[in-house]
């Protein structure tokens, strides 16, 4: 029918994007008609790459979730490749945006970081797992760091750039915390800003250095033993 085709046509709207659209959660599904068309195809991949890494999602996948075809997707995004270089673009901005803000605001102290850290990792992770014990993937990027072989230069320098961006932002927010007086003077900051992994391995690519979207324990341990009472300042010393 004419309305069942509408949803292949391609619209000035559909090339443009749709700054509503981009700022919706990165891991919610939406129906094609919610935003346009280049827009819904970015998250479907976004979503099925989290869950089953880039080998597992094809163009039929996709096709079939926002009831398309096949070439609809290659006309706005051309080869698999990109349209997974965008996706990952998508994320690192937005992720790694969140991110950068909880830890690099000098207004907020170190404890509301890291509960705010917990919090945005819960979000995601129940987003995909919404019972709770799925066993889900829940990170773009650690699920596509496991496919090292399977991404192109690009897209692993990319990801080697968010964690690396995401560890400055910790360890800022450390030092944050020295100078504010929540940790002491002598606390080290730069180590406490790197995760256990990151700390045995300095210098490591590949794995979870620098990684919020990791496991959601180590991620409140790494922030979390900074105030532990071990290098408290004197805004702490009651």
Same mark, same amino acid.
């Given at each position: =029918? ?94 790694? +945006? ?40 829940? =990170? ?20 080697? +750039? ?40 300095? +210098?490591?690519?590949? +794995? ?31």
């Amino acid at each position: =029918s004419r309305r069942a085709r509408r949803r292949f046509i391609v619209t000035d709207e559909d090339r443009d994007g749709d700054e509503a659209a981009k700022a919706l959660p990165w891991l919610t599904p939406l129906p094609w008609h919610e935003a346009p068309m280049r827009e819904a195809i970015k998250r479907v991949p976004t979503r099925l790459l989290t869950l089953r890494g880039y080998r597992g999602v094809s163009y039929g996948d996709i096709a079939v979730e926002l009831e398309i075809t096949t070439t609809n997707i290659h006309y706005h995004f051309g080869p698999k490749s990109r349209l997974v270089a965008t996706a990952l673009n998508d994320y690192v901005e937005q992720a790694g +945006g969140r991110y950068r803000k909880i830890w690099t605001t000098p207004e907020e102290n170190l404890r509301k970081k890291v509960k705010a850290t917990t919090v945005q990792n819960r979000e995601a992770f129940m987003r995909v797992n919404p019972v709770g014990n799925e066993g889900n993937s829940w =990170s773009l990027i650690t699920r596509l760091a496991a496919e090292w072989e399977a991404l192109d230069e690009p897209m692993r320098e990319r990801i080697v +750039g968010y964690r690396r961006d995401i560890q400055a932002s910790t360890i800022l927010g450390m030092k944050q915390a020295v100078e504010s007086g929540e940790l002491r003077a002598d606390a080290p900051a730069e180590d406490l800003g790197r995760p256990p992994a990151e700390r045995r391995r300095v +210098g490591r690519q590949v +794995g979870g250095v620098g990684d919020p979207s990791g496991p959601l324990d180590p991620v409140a341990a790494r922030v979390e033993r900074a105030t532990d009472g071990q290098h408290l300042g004197r805004r702490h010393a009651a």
